[in-house]
């Protein structure tokens, strides 16, 4: 393909034969979702959700405005302003087979770094009907351990302090939300679309407890009149590579500054419970149950445990993507075990899901060869992740009496992996996690206090009173330290 055609609003009919292209009169959109954190999982999930039913049926109110709340969202900011805020979604299949898209559910893009007023705005504005969330597990603010609200962290100190200029997502929610009140204008449903488990609940309880500190009143009106449905959200999303981009110009005769690539499966199940309505998405394929728990903890505690699971070892063991590591037959194994023998016990039913076939599933998923989910990507922010992926997993099966040793070792593999930041070869791992010198200085004790890593108790809580625990750990980090060979201690467990 020699000439390659610019991804914007007026090039679009030019795609129509490659691709399937937004059939609706963007310029009639408005925006009825506020989106906070447009990476990749919104791009793939939410926003093609909403632009695949505007492509069915008449949504056209509720277009997406993105807001960036760092800056380095900047650089999204831009390239997808300089395309119209299209942007193209690539969907990789496991036979090799790329199918692509054209998104155009996202018609605007915010900075708060630049106006927070304007965001703030935005959020209050009559034609907002849903702040939607994708802030990642740590960007709401609790304490691992006990769930409660962190006052101490700085940001929040600054948002108490300037209310009119805040940093963290509550402090906008707040603002957005006092003057919904204030004006006599109706709130928003706030819908987080996060792996945290009531993923609804917990953005209620932290927004109460800051806006609570902030104006008691405010917080009782909050209570009481906005909606916060708990959701199951699922899509495996790498991150963009510059071979994708390439991808998109050679295969597909497209220039997308930063297109998005996905699996082909996605999910969304949500609780119907909206305050100022919500769009059709069912007819695109989410379903709206009465009681999300069982899904969302079916999902944490097997896909992105899961994830971990083989992102840890396999970081050690010297693996790079989720498909190299799961297509290795010890990890397929060990994998499948931890999901038996440790997952499963702990899970409640779920209606209408065999667990034999999603764990099936989930393989399969994992094994996807053109997906190539990169272990780094898996082991980012692990101190967000792991205290309610695994470690939930660890404390209930310890109440039950239940099977501990492997989702123990992944802990033993996380101590060294957070010390030493090398897989078994000597090849340096690269480790981004906000808590990343907490582990460190904490792993680093291990030598002299075997149980050192432990003593994080934001991450552990009191695990370091259990004795059948620590014994479990002391001898497998012991073991981890001696010989960082980790297929022989995963082999060792499976016997
Ligand atoms: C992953 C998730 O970040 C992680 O640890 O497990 O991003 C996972 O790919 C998504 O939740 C899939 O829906």
């Not at 009639?28 to 093609?48: D, N, P, Q, T």
């Not at 940093?167 to 929610?173: A, D, E, I, P, S």
């Amino acid at each position: 393909m020699n000439k390659s055609i610019k991804l914007n609003q007026e090039n679009l009919p030019l795609l129509a034969d490659k691709m399937i292209i937004p059939t609706y009169d963007r310029s009639k959109m408005k925006a009825g979702i506020v989106h906070v954190g447009v990476g990749g999982f919104h791009r793939s999930h939410e926003a093609y959700y909403t632009g695949s039913l505007m492509n069915e049926s008449d949504a056209l109110d509720w277009g997406i405005c993105g807001v960036g709340l760092r800056e380095s969202d900047r650089k999204m900011r831009d390239i997808l302003k300089e395309q119209d805020f299209l942007y193209t979604l690539m969907f990789k299949h496991p036979d090799g087979t790329v199918k692509a898209r054209v998104i155009g559910s996202i018609i605007d893009f915010m900075l708060s770094v630049d106006d927070p007023m304007a965001v703030i705005d935005r959020m209050a504005h009559e034609d907002t009907k849903i702040v939607s969330l994708t802030i990642t597990e740590g960007g709401y603010n609790f304490h691992p351990a006990t769930g409660e609200f962190m006052f101490d962290n700085p940001d929040v100190q600054h948002d108490l302090a300037h209310p009119e200029a805040p940093r963290l997502v509550f402090g906008y929610l707040t603002a957005a939300l006092k003057k919904r009140r204030d004006s006599g204008r109706p709130p928003f449903t706030v819908q987080s679309c996060d792996n945290v488990q009531h993923n609804g609940d917990m953005t209620k309880k932290m927004l109460l407890a800051f806006a609570g500190r902030l104006d008691p009143e405010l917080a009782e009106w909050i209570e009481a009149n906005v909606c916060f449905p708990n959701a199951m959200v699922d899509r495996i999303t790498p991150v963009t590579t510059a071979s994708d981009i390439e991808y998109l110009r050679t295969e597909f005769g497209v220039r997308g500054a930063w297109p998005v690539t996905c699996e082909p499966f996605c999910q969304w199940v949500i609780e119907d419970n909206f305050s100022s309505g919500r769009p059709a998405w069912e007819k695109v394929g989410a379903q709206f149950v009465p009681d999300v728990t069982p899904y969302e903890k079916m999902k944490i505690r097997l896909l992105n445990a899961g994830h971990s699971v083989l992102g840890l070892l396999g970081s050690i063991h010297g693996h790079e993507t989720i498909d190299g590591a799961v297509t290795d037959p010890l990890f397929a194994k060990y994998l499948r075990a931890f999901m038996d023998v440790e997952a499963t016990p702990v899970l409640d039913e779920v209606e209408g899901i065999n667990l034999d076939d999603y764990k099936d599933s989930l393989i399969e998923r994992f094994g996807n060869p053109n997906i190539k989910d990169s272990l780094a990507r898996i082991c980012l922010e692990s101190s967000a992740k792991l205290p309610k992926f695994l470690i939930a997993t660890i404390n209930e099966n310890l109440a039950a009496g239940g099977s501990i040793d492997y989702a123990t070792l992944v802990i033993a593999a996380w101590c060294y992996y957070s010390d030493k930041g090398l897989s078994r070869h000597g090849v340096e791992l690269d480790i981004v996690d906000e808590m990343k010198d907490e582990l460190h200085l904490a792993a680093m004790g291990t030598e002299d206090d075997v149980l050192s890593f432990l003593r994080l108790e934001p991450i552990f809580g009191d695990l370091i009173n259990n004795e059948r625990f620590t014994q479990t750990y002391a001898a497998m980090v012991q073991a981890l330290y001696e010989d960082p060979d980790i297929a022989r201690l995963m082999t060792q467990i499976l016997a």
